[in-house]
T-cell receptor, first 113, second 118 residues
Framework: ETGVTQTPRHLVMGMTNKKSLKCEQH?????MYWYKQSAKKPLELMFVYNFKEQTENNSVPSRFSPECPNSSHLFLHLHTLQPEDSALYLCASSQDLGDYGYTFGSGTRLTVV | AQTVTQSQPEMSVQEAETVTLSCTYD???????LFWYKQPPSRQMILVIR??????QNATENRFSVNFQKAAKSFSLKISDSQLGDAAMYFC???????????????FGKGTKLSVKP
């Protein structure tokens, strides 16, 4: 039990599809994060949410659309993706924004064909 | 902007032996945190060890210890008595002490893949 659950574990989608990634935590954390992990590159922070409000968007293309309906759930809606968007998408949470104790999920391996 | 560099894409160690993973970073800040995360094949990132820059004493967690050289901006991870379960990607990460604006988020290196030979 990781504390942060991500679904699906694997996803293959065409460039014209629309899909969503889900992240769920029941740790009572207030901050949630989306990271992109590509091969041979550092993890890239995509979005930050604090108490359901987006606090950061690191110049992420609009084909990635996050949603945080409550502090326990975080979604990443995907549409018209490109092959270079294929990566492992990791979700993390922390008690508060300033907390360094991140808990990560196991990620969704996304392949865009 | 801060950067984290891990110069060893891959490392290998014999079971029960000791291995050291390297990490250097660049920052103009004087107070910050440094971390080593482990990512096994299960893909979940797990915090291995944390170091506060204002502490001179090197952090240790069981078989894991760090060599923190603040002046050299170096933060290496030593794994003693390596076990098969230590095989994973290891990421070095930096975080500003204070959170605000673009500061305070984890900044990761590219990772080092550690193999453990039986």
């Amino acid at each position: 039990e990781t504390g942060v659950t991500q679904t699906p574990r694997h996803l293959v989608m065409g460039m014209t599809n629309k899909k969503s990634l889900k992240c769920e935590q029941h740790l009572g954390h207030n901050a949630m994060y989306w990271y992109k992990q590509s091969a041979k590159k550092p993890l890239e922070l995509m979005f930050v949410y604090n108490f359901k409000e987006q606090t950061e968007n690191n110049s992420v293309p609009s084909r990635f659309s996050p949603e945080c309906p409550n502090s326990s759930h975080l979604f990443l809606h995907l549409h018209t993706l490109q092959p270079e968007d294929s990566a492992l998408y990791l979700c993390a949470s922390s008690q508060d924004l300033g907390d360094y104790g991140y808990t990560f999920g196991s990620g969704t391996r996304l392949t865009v064909v | 902007a801060q950067t984290v560099t891990q110069s060893q894409p891959e490392m290998s160690v014999q079971e029960a032996e000791t291995v050291t993973l390297s990490c250097t970073y660049d920052t103009s800040e004087s107070d910050y945190y440094l971390f080593w995360y482990k990512q096994p094949p299960s893909r979940q990132m797990i915090l291995v060890i944390r170091q506060e820059a204002y502490k001179q004493q090197n952090a240790t967690e069981n078989r894991f210890s760090v060599n923190f050289q603040k002046a050299a901006k170096s933060f290496s991870l030593k794994i003693s008595d390596s076990q098969l379960g230590d095989a994973a990607m290891y990421f070095c990460a930096y975080r500003s002490l204070y959170y605000g604006g673009s500061q305070g988020n984890l900044i990761f290196g590219k990772g080092t893949k550690l193999s453990v030979k039986p």
